[in-house]
């Protein structure tokens, strides 16, 4: 299915993905409808349409998917029983079989092990007791909830001797996973798209660094040998194949001196793919519009290097000085700047030698 011009493009999720997506699908002359139960969501302001309701009013589901011709998403988290609703209506991009490998970090790392592919040692923890017996056992590690974790949240670094109980209860006893620590020498990202047909584009791998487990910069060139790039934007087109996957994905890597291991897969736009807008003629958001609408993938070659920084917070204050550096701003519409919240991001062009 080809979506003509004037078609809506309906998303669930109103955060700054969504936002930026609308705009990349408003380019493209599609229209747009955003379902998020936050009446100011930074997407829904610059959407055509918006719902405002909970996510399991199924009357509101059922009006937002007529609304609709195809529907994708912003973030992991969608409740089950919406999707359904949705789906009996309207063709849903990705696909369940994607969110729900991506929802649940022991469903992840089992599909990506399955392909070849290599994680974190990993165990599923599903009461303190088992906890104490992987805790000596990895060596300490990082437990990690199941479901519901992002941007470091649901998290917990553990030494081996460190009390299982107390850390197991500390994450509400919730299903988890022990992740053995690994020692790497960098993180890169890999966003890569997929059309209905099976053609894939990936971009330029970019080089992450973290603050308080949320995401500050990333650059693009890595600084990573090419077989590494190779190697990751391998991984990720065998993942987007394995799921027959519509869209764009994220895809987190740890590299280290043996092996390049998956860290995590995130079925939707990403975070690290902001440095697309002005890297490229075709960013991420017009890429995953493109192929949840049918369409063929664009040129997403880059054509010079950027750092991306994102502005948490109290960030967003140092606008005006950004706004004389050059840089590239994107805001996201939000009304406070609270702390650990993404308020916008900055591209910068770094002068290619
Ligand atoms: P995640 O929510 O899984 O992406 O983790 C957030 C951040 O914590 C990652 O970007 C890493 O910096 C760090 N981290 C997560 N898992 C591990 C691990 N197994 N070993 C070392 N660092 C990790």
Not at 34 to 44: G, K, L, V
Request: aromatic residues 6%; hydrophobic residues 40%.
């Amino acid at each position: 299915m080809t979506l003509a011009q004037g078609a809506t493009i309906g998303i669930l999720g109103g955060g700054q993905l969504g936002r930026m997506l609308a705009v990349a699908a408003s380019r493209l002359g599609f229209q747009t409808c955003i379902f998020d139960p936050n009446t100011n969501a930074p997407a829904a302001q610059v959407a055509n349409e918006a719902f405002h309701a909970s996510y399991d009013d199924s009357d509101a589901l059922t009006a937002f998917a007529n609304r609709c011709d195809v529907v994708t998403y912003e973030f992991e988290n969608i409740p089950t029983a919406a999707l359904d609703a949705i789906e009996a209506l309207c063709p849903i991009h990705p696909n369940r079989r994607a969110l729900a490998t991506s929802q649940d970090r022991l469903v992840e790392k089992d599909f990506l092990t399955d392909l070849g592919l290599t994680c974190a040692p990993y165990t599923a923890i599903d009461q303190g007791g088992d906890l104490a017996t992987a805790l000596p056992a990895f060596g300490g590690g990082i437990l990690k909830t199941r479901r519901f974790g992002y941007d470091g949240k649901g998290q917990q670094r553990l030494g081996a001797d460190d009390d299982p109980t107390a850390a197991f209860q500390a994450l509400n006893d919730a299903p988890a996973i022990l992740e053995g620590l690994i020692e790497f020498s960098c993180e890169i990202s890999v966003i890569a798209a997929r059309t209905t047909d099976g053609s894939v584009a990936c971009y330029d791998p970019g080089q992450n660094v973290h603050k308080d487990g949320i995401l500050h910069t990333t650059t693009v060139p890595a600084t990573v040998p090419a077989r590494v790039k190779t190697d990751a934007v391998l991984a990720a087109s065998q993942i987007l194949n394995a799921l027959d996957y519509v869209g764009v994905l994220g895809v987190e890597f740890f590299v280290t001196p043996g092996a390049l291991i998956v860290n995590e897969i995130a079925p939707r736009v990403h975070n690290s793919g902001h440095w697309t807008q002005n890297g490229c003629a075709i960013d991420q958001f017009e890429q995953h519009i493109r192929a949840v609408a049918g369409w063929p993938l664009g040129n997403g070659q880059r054509h010079s290097d950027v750092e991306m920084e994102n502005l948490i917070g109290d960030d967003v204050d140092r606008v005006s000085e950004l706004a004389t550096s050059g840089a590239a701003i994107h805001l996201y519409g939000k009304a406070e700047a609270r702390p650990g919240r993404k308020m916008g991001h900055v591209n910068r062009i770094i002068p290619t030698k």
